[in-house]
C-alpha cells in the first residue's frame, strides 16, 4: 500500500513537471505571467520587439537566455531593472532607451530593448531610482561596460518616453 503510494506521487510528480514545460511553451506563443507582479503580458506584433523578455508593468525580466533569444538559461531567476542605458549608435549618437536588468540569481547584467507598450512611467521610476544606485551594484554596470544613463540624460529620457521636455 505504502509503495504504491510512492509510485503513484512520483508518476504525479513528473506528469507535473511535463505539463509545466508544456504550458509554459504554450505561454511562449501569446505571452507569458509576469514572475514578479504576476500580470499576464501579452506578446504580440505591435510591441515592436520579437523577444519580449520583460514585462511592461513593472519591467521585472526573466533569466531565461544564455544568448539572446536561446531560452537555455537554467538560471530562471527574476532579473530586476536597475537602470537605463541607451542604444550606441555611433560614437557620440545617443539611441533608443534601453533598460538594464540585474538577476536576482546569478547576478548577470544585460541590457534590453523597451517595447511599445511598457509603462512610460514605470521606465522613468526605474531612472529616478538608478540615479541613487547601491554603489557596488554601479560599480558592476561600469564594470560591465554599460553606460548608465544619468541625470544629464534627463531631458533625451524625457522625450523619448513622453515626446517632450
Ligand atoms: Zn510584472
Ligand atoms: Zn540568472
Not at 548577470?108 to 509603462?119: G, P, Y
Request: aromatic share 6%.
Amino acid at each position: 500500500m505504502k509503495r504504491s503510494k510512492q509510485h503513484y506521487k512520483f508518476r504525479y510528480e513528473e506528469k507535473t513537471e511535463r505539463q509545466i514545460i508544456r504550458r509554459d511553451r504554450m505561454e511562449r506563443k501569446g505571452g507569458f505571467t509576469c514572475s514578479h507582479c504576476r500580470q499576464w503580458v501579452v506578446i504580440n506584433d505591435l510591441m515592436g520587439t520579437a523577444n519580449r523578455n520583460h514585462c511592461n508593468l513593472c519591467l521585472w525580466s526573466k533569466h531565461v537566455d544564455e544568448k539572446k533569444g536561446d531560452r537555455l538559461s537554467k538560471c530562471q531567476a527574476g532579473m530586476r531593472p536597475i537602470g537605463l542605458t541607451f542604444r550606441i549608435e555611433g560614437a557620440f549618437r545617443r539611441g533608443e532607451i534601453m533598460l538594464i536588468h540585474d538577476c536576482a540569481g546569478c547576478r548577470k547584467l544585460s541590457i534590453n530593448r523597451i517595447a511599445a507598450d511598457d509603462t512610460s512611467d514605470n521606465i522613468l521610476s526605474i531612472f529616478e531610482a538608478s540615479l541613487r544606485l547601491e554603489v557596488d551594484l554601479g560599480y558592476r554596470v561600469q564594470h560591465g561596460g554599460i553606460l548608465r544613463a544619468v541625470e544629464a540624460d534627463r531631458e533625451e529620457i524625457l522625450t523619448q518616453l513622453f515626446g517632450r521636455v
